[in-house]
C-alpha cells in the first residue's frame, strides 16, 4: 500500500477559523480578543528556571474558532525557526509545542480553559476572567496542584505572561514561567 500524504485540508481550517467572536459573547466579557494575531515571546522564566541571560525566545499565535465562541493559540518555545536551525538542543524541559482552547461558558460567564502541550505531556485546566487591569486564569494540574496564570500590563502591541503553582504551604505562589510578549503582526 502507498504511503498517504497528510495534508491540512482547508475545509478542516475554514471550518475551525473564524474572523470575529460570537454575537452572543458582549463586548465586555471579550477578555482575549486583544490576543488574537502573532507575538514574538521572550523567555524570562521557564520551569522555575531564571532563564533571561541565555537567549530562549518563543512565538504564539492566535485566533478566533468554533464561530467565535473560542480562541485558539500555539505557544512555542523555542521559536520554529530555531527548532528547525537546531540552535537549541531540544531539551525536554524547555520544550513547548503546544495550544490553549479557550471557550466562552455564558452560565459561568466566564472562560474554560484547556492547554495540552503534547511535547512534555503538560496539561491543565483552567478559568479565565478579567481583574482589574490583568486576565486571572487559574484551575488545577491533574495530579492537584493549584495553578495561576496572568496575563499583565497588556497593550495592543504586547504583554507579560506570568505563570505560577501554588506551593506546598498552600499560601504562596512559585514562580514557574514568565515571558514578555511583542506584537509581531499589525
Same mark, same amino acid.
Given at each position: 500500500?502507498?504511503?498517504?500524504?497528510?495534508?491540512?485540508?482547508?475545509?478542516?481550517?475554514?471550518?475551525?477559523?473564524?474572523?470575529?467572536?460570537?454575537?452572543?459573547?458582549?463586548?465586555?466579557?471579550?477578555?482575549?480578543?486583544?490576543?488574537?494575531?502573532?507575538?514574538?515571546?521572550?523567555?524570562?522564566?521557564?520551569?522555575?528556571?531564571?532563564?533571561?541571560?541565555?537567549?530562549?525566545?518563543?512565538?504564539?499565535?492566535?485566533?478566533?474558532?468554533?464561530?467565535?465562541?473560542?480562541? !485558539?493559540?500555539?505557544?512555542?518555545?523555542?521559536?520554529?525557526?530555531?527548532?528547525?536551525?537546531?540552535?537549541?538542543?531540544?531539551?525536554?524541559?524547555?520544550?513547548?509545542?503546544?495550544?490553549?482552547?479557550?471557550?466562552?461558558?455564558?452560565?459561568?460567564?466566564?472562560?474554560?480553559?484547556?492547554?495540552?502541550?503534547?511535547?512534555?505531556?503538560?496539561?491543565?485546566?483552567?478559568?479565565?476572567?478579567?481583574?482589574?487591569?490583568?486576565?486571572?486564569?487559574?484551575?488545577?494540574?491533574?495530579?492537584? !496542584?493549584?495553578?495561576?496564570?496572568?496575563?499583565?500590563?497588556?497593550?495592543?502591541?504586547?504583554?507579560?505572561?506570568?505563570?505560577?503553582?501554588?506551593?506546598?504551604?498552600?499560601?504562596?505562589?512559585?514562580?514557574?514561567?514568565?515571558?514578555?510578549?511583542?506584537?509581531?503582526?499589525?
Amino acid at each position: 500500500m502507498a504511503p498517504i500524504e497528510h495534508r491540512v485540508p482547508h475545509a478542516f481550517l475554514s471550518a475551525l477559523a473564524t474572523t470575529d467572536r460570537a454575537p452572543d459573547i458582549d463586548e465586555a466579557d471579550d477578555v482575549y480578543g486583544w490576543l488574537i494575531g502573532s507575538w514574538s515571546l521572550r523567555v524570562l522564566h521557564y520551569r522555575g528556571f531564571d532563564l533571561r541571560g541565555e537567549g530562549l525566545t518563543g512565538e504564539v499565535h492566535a485566533g478566533w474558532v468554533l464561530e467565535g465562541r473560542a480562541i !485558539q493559540d500555539v505557544w512555542i518555545m523555542p521559536r520554529r525557526e530555531d527548532r528547525r536551525a537546531g540552535r537549541f538542543a531540544r531539551d525536554p524541559q524547555n520544550d513547548m509545542y503546544g495550544t490553549t482552547l479557550r471557550a466562552w461558558d455564558p452560565a459561568l460567564r466566564a472562560w474554560r480553559i484547556t492547554w495540552n502541550n503534547p511535547a512534555r505531556g503538560h496539561r491543565e485546566t483552567q478559568i479565565g476572567r478579567r481583574i482589574g487591569e490583568e486576565i486571572v486564569q487559574t484551575g488545577a494540574r491533574a495530579d492537584g !496542584q493549584a495553578t495561576r496564570w496572568r496575563f499583565t500590563e497588556i497593550t495592543s502591541n504586547g504583554f507579560h505572561w506570568i505563570g505560577e503553582a501554588l506551593d506546598t504551604d498552600g499560601r504562596s505562589w512559585r514562580l514557574e514561567g514568565e515571558f514578555i510578549a511583542a506584537r509581531i503582526d499589525s
